[in-house]
């Protein structure tokens, strides 16, 4: 089994927030995939950020996370925007926890 940090453009940050939703191999992430992982990740609280998206995607082809140019790129755009619909709780946001505290964001919805 080798470590997430194995794959390109997988540093210990990363590797952490994979960890933390129980992918704990490179392996596993392969298998996995990095629309299904990046899910995991945004629904464990994660903020969203699609150059950590098509970071991931890259990662996973072996290619250097600058490579993504172009109509690939806006593709990603669309799946990443497609994913954060659906995979992101607005509602754990720091900011609007943030705003509710302080009362300028009203928390009954």
Not at 82 to 95: C, G, H, N, Y
Request: negative net charge.
């Amino acid at each position: 089994m080798a470590a997430l940090t194995t794959i390109r453009n997988i540093g210990p940050a990363f590797e952490e927030q994979l960890q933390a939703v129980g992918i704990m191999t490179a392996e596993e992430l392969h298998t996995v995939g990095a629309d299904a992982a990046y899910a995991k990740m945004l629904a464990n609280g994660m903020k969203p950020h699609f150059i950590g998206y098509y970071v991931l995607h890259m990662a996973l082809q072996g290619r250097p996370w600058n490579d993504c140019k172009g109509d690939e790129k806006k593709a990603l755009r669309k799946s990443f925007d497609a994913l954060k619909d659906t995979s992101f709780d607005a509602q754990r946001s720091e900011i609007e926890e943030f705003l509710n505290k302080i009362g300028v964001v009203d928390t009954v919805r």
